[in-house]
């Protein structure tokens, strides 16, 4: 490296695929000089050849290079495939780095590996810190949701300038530090298990009206563009427009009937879930999200499903405009459900590792960059704002009054669907977990009942202190354990 470009990059890129080029392109325009790496020299000069004219890059050949191109304390954002890729980067970057520099990992990473890459760096005495990006390719170029963890410390070098090239709104960055080690990519990983639960309403809430109105794609994409206009209001519901009014090129067909019906998925719901599962959080929502999408992506037992009968009422739909009504409603009870547990969700996992995850600041860095951003998220701020100890996202005064008068077309939709062998499963077990948690008793007692029955595991009681058991295979006393 020549000594003119020795310490001169105020931050560096490595990986300039999609998510890095753009993010490298972001921060040259917006006046930092930035260090450009990647695996592939080609991809490196495309980028320069490209977009050189855009602010300043400094491209290297070899990683060396690249580190001793950074000014110090150094900072090297890193957007390379998530997993054996991230670790290859981190360990090149490691060996070049030099106390106080500081990794920042911006890939979709678990965050539980976070957790261990973060204790492997600090040991070598740089920072780690582990960053959700959402957004896609716009939000890296325009402007992020940016979910930082890591050291405070780190945050100081690094937050003002991921807060500069991350989305804005009224003038406030949606970007925030998070918390430590892990909490960043934790609450990324969040984010996208909302974003599951929303685009399988959304999807559910279109096959209603769809076979309930009998409407082409594009007059559904007038519904929900007129949706736009409601407390639904979000780009989800935008781009559904965008998509439903699609015309397929070759067949003249709309294209959402083209598609293949099979949802992907790379990995963050089901990791959601089983984190859920670990510590033991109802997420509805997400589950059925992500379960409906692996149905979808099952042609065995789909293909084999001959032989069932459903015995379906056909929808019949008399008053047009109060049927969509009741959809959207039901659209927005269930969302609030999605997004109340993944709250929880989040809630539950500051508690086990000890983060200090601020839920209303969480809602605030969401309303614009990512791909869940919607006006609603300034509902939720306010209501974590009134009250950040809120138990109940749903049951925030505002949210509940919203609620509550979804109700009964909530009720109405969810039974129609079932009727006419729609399937729903993200609209009908938002509203299960409506009714679980409104319920003075669950028949959860029964549980207990048969759990002590079979394995002796005891059961507690209401109306005293302690630990019971009946003698189910004896006498059927019952016996006090503590
Ligand atoms: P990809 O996930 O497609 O990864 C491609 C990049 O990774 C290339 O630069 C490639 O280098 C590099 N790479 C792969 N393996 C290695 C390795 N062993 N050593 C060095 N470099 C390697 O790129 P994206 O831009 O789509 O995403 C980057 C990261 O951002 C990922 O972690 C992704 O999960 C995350 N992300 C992506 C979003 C999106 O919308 N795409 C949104 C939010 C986050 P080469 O050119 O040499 O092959």
């Known amino acids: 490296m020549s000594d003119a470009r020795t310490g001169t990059a105020d931050i560096g890129v490595v990986g300039l695929a999609v998510m890095g080029a753009n993010i490298a392109r972001n921060l040259a325009r917006k006046g930092y000089k930035v260090a450009v790496y990647n695996r592939s020299y080609s991809r490196t000069e495309k980028l320069v050849d490209e977009h050189g004219d855009e602010g300043t890059f400094i491209p290297s050949e070899d990683i060396a290079d690249f580190v001793a191109s950074l000014s110090r304390p150094r900072v090297a954002m890193i957007l390379v495939q998530a ?146 206009d409601t407390e639904l209001n979000s780009y989800l519901i935008e781009i559904t427009a965008e998509v439903l009014r699609q015309v397929d090129a070759v067949t003249g067909k709309a294209l959402v009937d083209i598609v293949v019906d099979a949802a992907s998925q790379k990995g963050t719901g089901a990791w959601t879930v089983q984190t859920a599962l670990e510590l033991g959080v109802p997420v509805t929502g997400i589950g059925e999200a992500t379960f409906a999408r692996g149905l979808s992506s099952s042609p065995v037992q789909r293909g084999a499903s001959g032989p069932l009968e459903g015995h379906e009422q056909p929808i019949k739909v008399v008053d047009r405009e109060g049927f969509i009504e009741q959809v959207r409603q039901a659209l927005y009870a269930s969302k609030i459900v999605a997004y109340s547990q993944g709250f929880d969700l989040i809630q539950a996992g500051n508690d086990e590792y000890g983060w200090d995850i601020k839920k209303g600041d969480l809602a605030k860095i969401w309303r614009a960059g990512c791909i869940i951003r919607a006006v609603f998220l300034g509902d939720i701020t306010e209501a974590y704002e009134n009250n950040p100890d809120l138990p109940l996202l749903m049951a925030d005064e505002k949210f509940a009054s919203k609620i509550n008068a979804c109700v009964p077309a909530w009720r109405e939709i969810v039974g ?35 759990r002590d029955f079979f394995g002796s595991h005891t059961y507690k009681r209401i109306d005293m202190e302690g630990t019971f058991h009946t003698e189910w295979s004896g006498d059927r006393s019952e016996t006090r354990w503590s």
């Open 416 to 450: 129609l669907g079932v009727a006419s062998g729609i399937p729903i499963p993200a609209f009908s077990s938002s509203l299960s977990y409506f009714d679980g948690v409104r319920a003075d008793r669950l028949p959860a007692a029964l549980i207990q009942g048969q």
């Open 83 to 228: 997993g054996a890729g991230t670790d290859a980067v981190i360990e090149q970057l490691a060996e070049y780095m030099e106390e106080g520099d500081i990794i920042v990992d911006c890939g979709n990473a678990y965050f539980k590996d976070t957790i261990r890459r973060e204790r492997d760096i600090q040991a070598r005495g740089l920072h780690f810190v582990g960053a959700g990006v959402s957004g896609g390719e716009e939000g890296a170029l325009e402007g992020p949701s940016i979910m930082p963890g890591g050291t405070p410390e780190s945050y100081k070098r690094l937050g003002p300038m991921l807060e500069e090239i991350s989305a804005h709104v009224d003038g406030e960055p949606c970007c925030t530090y998070i918390s430590n080690d892990g909490a960043g990519h934790f609450v990324k990983m969040v984010h996208n298990g909302i974003e599951y639960a929303d685009m399988q309403l959304i999807a559910e809430a279109y096959d209603l009206l769809r076979r309930g109105l009998g409407d082409s794609p594009a007059q559904i994409a007038d519904i929900f563009e007129s949706w736009m």
